[in-house]
């Protein structure tokens, strides 16, 4: 009888995780596809041009976009748990409240991000980075209001199970980027050839789109009417204090990673033009399995907070590992075809023979990577579906901040081992976060089973 509950509660999970992950993880995907794409294009126009958009989006503005989904996975999780009650009205005020607050989060970070040559001089780059830089990163900070609205809007749609529309509006922009990029960074149809900073400036004008995109389809779709989204949101600061907690400790989790990533971008800087062209690519590389995983995350989130709210502990544990299953499987095939095809992969990113020469190895390497790094996501959405909060946030930030920096730069700077001694802390933090969060989650599912 055993055997059979759980043969058809596996069998449950997986498909729903399935239909909730494809377009889920299609929509993060579409996320890193738009930067893989400004990566390859701008790749093709030059190496330099390529280093200045890498240490101009990774050292700040991706920190801070990776920051807000953290920030923002309260409105993910309260959703979730209100549409397993089947309480739509809550679910939509979860919603209405999270969208001022995405706006003033765009705003904040646009500011941080505007004065761009300023911070990356304080990192230490050299001056003609730090003002090729700095102009990419003051462009793109444009684009981060509009771009906190969608991000808040498709966390809401996964949460009532319509993830949908955000995967179509991610494909259309996606299609747009290229023709966007093609034109404005190599200078076609008469448009002036920007470089680096045509590609930030596709990229700003898309994010801008994708919010105003999904905002009017939740206004105006008759099928959203139960929620009750064209209301006034009239709670109070202090009456959503849980699903803010809950974006705080993701927002800090995810931040302690991506300030690690972001380390990274500098050490690389210091390390030279190439190698910072190289980690830039390799980073890509790694983040479009990332997406993949973190859509299966969020589809785990889901699951796990509908088990929640129905108080069924085993279902609980059993949603939380499917999740793990399948991502390591996912990733495993990804893996398994980086190490195969490296160099067309690379050949894809740039013409430079140099770069692809010195990238191709590190690229090898990548495909252990990428299992772990998006298993360790993975486990922190099950967690925070599961309720949790700051152990997640410590174990990752312990992890990333405390244990990864100071590896990295003692194996790539002082060990003199370059990128390869980066890639080398990151699977081996990655490492850490899976067993000390697996542990944590089997403890916890364990305990309530009993």
Known sequence: MRAEWLKER???????????????????????????????MVGRYGTEDLAYLNIGNGTMVAVFIVIAVGLLMGTLVCVADAHGRKDLRLCGRVWRRSLSYAWWLGVAFAVFSFPGEFWLTLFGQTEEVARQGGAVMRILSFGLPGYMIYLTSIFFLEGIE?????????????????GFNYVLVFGHFGAPELGAQGSAWATTILRNFLGAG??????????????????????KWRDWQRQRMIGYAAGASLGAEVIAFAAFNVFS????????AAYGVILNIISAPF??????????????????????????????????????LVLGVVGSLLFAFATPILSVY??????????????????????????????SNALRGLGETWI???????????????????????????????????????????????????????AGAK
């Open 10 to 40: 596996i069998q449950r999970h997986l498909g729903a995780l399935i239909r909730l992950a494809w377009p889920t993880a299609l929509s993060r995907l579409g996320i890193i596809a738009m930067v893989m794409v400004d990566t390859m």
């Open 291 to 328: 997406m993949l995983a973190a859509g299966i995350g969020s589809a785990t989130a889901v699951r796990v907070g509908i088990a929640k709210s129905r108080n069924d502990r085993p279902d609980v544990a059993l949603a939380g590992w499917t999740g793990l299953a399948l991502s390591t």
């Open 269 to 276: 800087g210091w390390l030279g033009t190439l190698s910072l």
């Open 350 to 379: 740039s013409d430079d023979l140099i770069l692809i020469a010195y990238s191709v190895p590190l690229a090898v390497f990548t495909a252990y990577v990428l299992v772990v790094d998006g298993d360790q996501a993975v486990l």
């Open 214 to 235: 999904i905002l009017i389809y939740i206004l105006l779709s008759s099928g959203l009417k139960p929620y009750g989204v064209r209301e006034k949101a009239a709670d």
């Open 162 to 178: 319509r993830p949908k529309v955000g995967m179509y509006l991610m494909l259309a922009a996606n299609i747009l980027n290229i």
């Open 392 to 446: 997640p946030t410590a174990i990752q930030s312990i992890a990333y901040f405390i244990f990864m920096i100071p590896l990295g730069y003692f194996l790539a700077v002082y060990g003199a081992r370059d990128v390869r001694g980066l890639l080398e802390a990151i699977l081996i933090a990655s490492i850490v976060s899976v067993a000390l969060q697996a542990a944590y989650f089997h403890n916890l599912t364990r």
